[in-house]
């Protein structure tokens, strides 16, 4: 699983001109990938590390001060450009399999605790974010 995790002050998504996510106040934004070879132990790791990473003011986490998390699944994270012009998308896991991983992911958040919004799996969402730093890192798990 591969994810990008960005600080900030607000967030919200849409799918079709209605608000189905959204942070209101400081915490993070985290766009996720999946790959053939990720599993529910590859979402559950990655969550943990997530949630308790020291990127928030004061270099506390969202598991130190209760912060929102809006988690948004992007296949494109996978995207390979070596080649050509246009992107190869052989790396990202089809639908099937990383929908319900994206899932094991928000639920692993979910048990430890976090205020989790998502997005909407394989809609065309429009994201709008105000990033707090700006802070964006990019994890691999």
């Known amino acids: ?11 919200s998504v849409t799918v079709a001109g209605v608000t189905v996510g959204s942070v209101s106040e400081p915490g993070l934004v985290v766009l996720v990938g999946v790959t053939h070879c990720d599993t529910r132990q590859t979402a559950a790791v990655l969550a943990r590390k997530i949630y308790h990473l020291r990127i928030l003011a004061g270099e506390r986490s969202c598991a130190d001060v209760a912060a929102p998390l809006l988690v948004i699944s992007q ?3 996978y995207a390979d450009t070596r080649k050509g012009r246009r992107p190869s ?11 319900p991983l994206v899932d094991e992911f928000v639920a692993a ?3 430890l605790g976090a205020r989790v919004e998502t997005g909407v799996f394989g809609a065309q969402m429009e994201v709008s974010l105000v990033n707090d730093g700006p802070m964006t890192l990019i994890l691999d798990a």
């Not at 699983?1 to 967030?11: G, I, L, T």
């Open 1 to 11: 699983m591969r994810a990008v995790v960005q600080r900030v002050s607000q967030a």
């Open 75 to 77: 296949f494109t994270l």
């Open 89 to 99: 998308w052989l790396a990202a896991a089809p639908g099937p399999v990383a929908e």
């Open 109 to 111: 958040l979910r048990g």
